[in-house]
Structure formats: structure tokens, C-alpha cells
């Protein structure tokens, strides 16, 4: 599924900016100090003014590491969402249909490649504007909390102390803010680094798979698209139109006549401008938006969806919920980082014991509701879990609740028959795993990390590496062996799973002893 596809490729870029977030968060906090000798309001602020000039130095130091990594990251990124978005399997239908077109010829077409390209380059320049306000909003908040405090002290309103412990503890509350709005019940919304690269990231990617599905429309000659459903789509304001995706998701539609020789039953279908509203930051492709259309050869009539109208509209309410605590855990763990800087013994305590409190929350509502966590949402540099060093005696993957494991690694490699045939057939066999359930697998070891040791290998040179065996229960209820492979980037210090295959020897066993029996 290409949203899944989208959501694997932007993650390598949104964990680099939750660390420049975070450790500009802590260069921000390393210019106060809860016990630092307080003379008077006056001489303490002009002397903070003196300190902005080293901040910016400092900021400007930080993006700049960071620079190439996300270029190459980004490129990679749209390259990839580019190739993908190419409708391959409706060409190939069209063409068993007798359609005058040749897949290659449009796959390979120098305009998709020149689209790709295109929205490469202006990715690039809204990250280059980004990386702007970053530095400019970081400045904001340094002046924002030294104003704030001087105010304050020199008012006789509260303490030096206090003053610090508030401006910083709404620091902690929204992170930097990037980026603010108002939504449709004028409650202003507030977006920091991590929510506004994730944000731009999946309308660039999207917006690139649009534009790549409109040039196939453009060179195939046809004129019907097909909109895809995702479970939990929005419901805007319940009628038939461009706000309400629920409605339109899973359906045919009628699109750009180009050639001017759409049939008049092709004419019959609704219209994909007028119901989608596509290039509209609330239609298809959208602000959050998670649908995708594609050129269509199949049947006009709409297929039954797995589920109702009501169980969508419950689905969406209980991702919003969702993202509520997701966002709850961020906002402890950045609590947490401010108070270690500021050696706010009290404060690093209770944010520590908040931010277990959140991820128990929000692990017990993703569980009861069978949600998918999505970790680079809760992910921040520099959070400790203080609480729990070992469970049960195991020796814990460090970081093992915020680790990535890529999809790539399946569907790229260890399920997919076509570039290991030996390690997918052992899977399929073993645990009943496959492209179509990938998705699966991933949880199932994710949900198992802490069940077993994990074993520090030597470093090769890229990070610390370990191992774990874990004996999983699959998909056909039987259990097997798989060996997983973690590293802790020395860069960026994300840990990451590198690779995972099945080591147990008896689903072979099995399948020798049931030919036997042939």
C-alpha cells in the first residue's frame, strides 16, 4: 500500500529533526540554572541579551550538521515515492485489455521523471525556509522566556525561581512552535518542529504521488480514477462532499477529459474535482489527508467496503485520541530533558514519572483498540526511562520502546520471494508471514522486544549493535526462532533493526515430515 510506503520513507527524516528539535530545546534550557546567583532583574537581563548572540551561533551550528543527512534523506525519500506511485498493475491491465498504450514508455517517461524532480527541489526549499524559522524561532523563545522573567521578577509577581520553572514548563508544554492556526471551533492549534516537518513531509510526498497519477492520466488516455479507503477516515460535516473523505474513499470517478474523448458512461461517473476537491488543503491529497487515487481499467461499480459509515466515523474519533496522548508523551519527555539541564531535581522526577504514566495510557488505549503505534510521534532525543532498567531479569534493548523497524526490511528483502527466497519461504512457512501481512510481523516483534535478552555485538564502526532471538507465535499459530539485529546509529543515535530471519530448524522438519506423508 503506498501510504504505508510514504509513512516508512519520511520517517528516517522526521527522527533526525526530533533530535535538532530536542537539542535545541537543551541549548535553550543550558542558559538558565534554577540555583544561578541572582543579583537584580536589570543586571540579570541585559547580561541574557549578551548570551542571544552564542544561542544563534550555537542553533546555526546544530541545523547545519544535520544539513546534508536530510538532503539525501529527502531525495531518497522522493525518488522513491515517485517510482511507487506509478500505477503498473492498472497499465498492465489496460494493456491485456487492449488499450493502444505501452507501460514502459510511461513509466520510464522523461515528464514523471521531471515531476520527480521537480518536487525534490521544491521540498528542498521549504526545508531550507523551515530551517529559517527554526533559527528564528528559536531566538523568539529565548527572548520570549528572558522578557517574560524579568517582568515578573522586577514586578515583585514571584521569585526568579518561578519564573524560570514557568516560562521553561511551557517550553515543555508545545516545544517550538513552528507553526500556529486556528481550527473550525477557533481553538488555536499549535505545531512544533517534529509536527511541522511531519506535516510538510506528507504533502510533499502525497502531493508528488497526485501529480505522478495525473501525468499517467494525461499519457494513458483515460478518464476514470479511483479513489482508495483507509479505516478511520474523516467525516467533515457528514454530507456528499469534499470534506466528508469517508464518502468518497473506495469510489470511481470521472476525470480530466485532456483528449476530449471521454464516453458519455465514463461522463456518468461523479466528478473527481467537484466531490474530491483535489489541490484544495482540505480535498484529496490534502492537509492530513490519507487517500490516493489512481488511473482506473477495473469495474465502475463501488465495491463494498469491510466496514460501516458509523465504524469509520468511531475509527477517526479514536485516532484523534490517539494522537491526544501521543502528544502527551511528548510533551513529558521534553519536561523531562529541561529539567536534567536546569538541575531541577523535583521537576526531572515528576516528569519522569508522568511520562511512564502517559505511555501506560497510551499503550492500554492502542492495545483495547487494536491501534497501530507509530513511535516517531513519542520519540525524543535525550528521554531516559528511569523507572524500568530490566524486566524480569532481561537485559533490554536500550531505547527498545522508541526503535525503529523499517518495513523496507520486509517487504523489501526478508518477505519478499524475489530478492530472498530462502528467508521468505522459511516466514511464510514458519509463522505464516507475507508481503500482504507485513504489517503483522512488525508488531508481533515489536510486542515482543522486551521478552527476550538482547546481546551486545562489537561495533563495526557505525554504532553499537546487539542481537536478539526471539520465539515468536505467527499468523498460523505455530512458533519459531527469528533472529533480529538492532544498531544504535553513533550519529544520530536512533536505534534501528537491521535485519530478521527465521532460525528455527523445525517448520523444515515439518514440511519434510508432511511430504513424507504425501
Request: charged share 30%.
Amino acid at each position: 500500500m503506498l501510504e504505508d510506503k510514504i509513512q516508512s520513507v519520511i520517517k528516517p527524516i522526521i527522527s533526525i529533526y526530533s533530535k535538532i528539535e530536542l537539542e535545541l530545546i537543551e541549548k535553550i534550557a543550558e542558559h538558565f540554572k534554577i540555583n544561578e546567583e541572582f543579583i537584580n532583574s536589570d543586571y540579570w537581563y541585559i547580561e541574557k541579551l549578551k548570551e542571544l548572540g552564542a544561542l544563534n551561533n550555537e542553533t546555526l551550528k546544530i541545523l547545519e550538521e544535520y544539513t546534508g543527512k536530510t538532503k539525501q534523506e529527502l531525495l531518497n525519500a522522493m525518488k522513491d515515492i515517485g517510482i511507487n506511485s506509478i500505477p503498473t498493475e492498472q497499465l498492465n491491465i489496460a494493456t491485456q485489455k487492449g488499450a493502444l498504450l505501452n507501460p514502459e514508455t510511461i513509466i520510464n517517461s522523461v515528464n514523471i521523471r521531471n515531476i520527480i524532480q521537480y518536487s525534490y527541489n521544491e521540498t528542498e526549499k521549504s526545508f531550507l525556509n523551515l530551517n529559517k524559522t527554526i533559527q528564528n524561532q528559536v531566538r523568539q523563545t529565548y527572548t520570549d522566556i528572558i522578557t517574560e522573567t524579568y517582568i515578573k521578577t522586577n514586578a515583585g509577581v514571584c521569585s526568579y525561581q518561578k519564573a524560570i520553572l514557568d516560562s521553561l514548563d511551557k517550553l515543555g508544554d508545545k516545544g517550538i512552535s513552528i507553526l500556529t492556526y486556528q481550527d473550525k471551533n477557533e481553538k488555536v492549534k499549535n505545531y512544533d518542529v517534529v509536527g511541522t516537518v511531519r506535516r510538510d513531509l506528507l504533502i510533499a510526498t502525497r502531493g508528488l504521488a497526485g501529480k505522478i497519477n495525473e501525468e499517467v492520466i494525461k499519457e494513458s488516455g483515460n478518464h476514470v480514477v479511483r479513489v482508495t479507503n483507509h479505516f478511520g477516515a474523516r467525516t467533515g460535516n457528514g454530507g456528499k462532499d469534499y470534506t466528508n473523505h469517508a464518502w468518497w474513499q473506495e469510489k470511481q470517478f470521472f476525470c480530466w477529459n485532456y483528449d476530449g474523448k471521454a464516453t458519455e458512461e465514463e461522463k456518468k461517473l461523479p466528478d473527481f474535482m467537484e466531490h474530491c476537491n483535489y489541490g484544495d488543503v482540505q480535498g484529496i491529497v490534502g492537509i492530513n489527508c490519507k487517500h490516493l487515487f489512481t488511473v482506473w481499467y477495473g469495474s465502475t461499480k463501488k465495491e463494498d467496503l469491510e466496514f460501516t459509515y458509523d465504524e469509520n466515523k468511531e475509527q477517526y474519533e479514536k485516532t484523534q485520541k490517539q494522537r491526544y496522548l501521543e502528544n502527551g508523551v511528548r510533551k513529558w519527555k521534553r519536561k523531562q530533558v529541561i529539567a536534567k539541564k536546569i538541575e531541577d531535581e523535583d521537576g526531572y522526577k515528576k516528569a519522569s514519572s508522568k511520562a511512564k504514566e502517559w505511555q501506560d495510557r497510551l499503550n492500554t488505549f492502542t492495545e483495547e483498540n487494536e491501534l497501530k503505534r507509530d513511535y516517531t510521534r513519542e520519540h525524543i532525543k535525550g528521554y531516559k526511562n528511569v523507572t524500568i532498567k530490566e524486566k524480569n531479569d532481561i537485559i533490554l534493548l536500550p531505547n527498545y520502546q522508541e526503535t525503529i523497524i523499517p518495513e523496507e526490511k520486509f517487504i523489501g528483502y526478508a518477505l519478499n520471494p524475489l530478492k530472498d527466497k530462502n528467508k521468505a519461504e522459511a516466514f511464510e512457512k514458519a509463522l505464516g508471514y507475507n508481503l500482504s501481512n507485513s504489517d503483522k510481523l512488525i508488531e508481533n516483534i515489536r510486542k515482543n522486544i522486551d521478552k527476550f535478552n538482547a546481546v551486545e555485538k562489537p561495533d563495526l564502526g557505525y554504532g553499537t549493535r546487539y542481537e536478539i532471538i526471539m520465539n515468536l507465535t505467527g499468523e498460523n499459530g505455530k512458533n519459531a526462532n527469528v533472529k533480529t539485529a538492532w544498531i544504535i546509529d553513533k550519529n544520530t543515535k536512533i536505534t534501528r533493526m537491521t535485519s530478521a530471519y527465521v532460525t528455527s530448524k523445525k517448520w523444515k522438519e515439518g514440511n519434510n515430515s508432511e511430504n513424507k506423508n504425501a
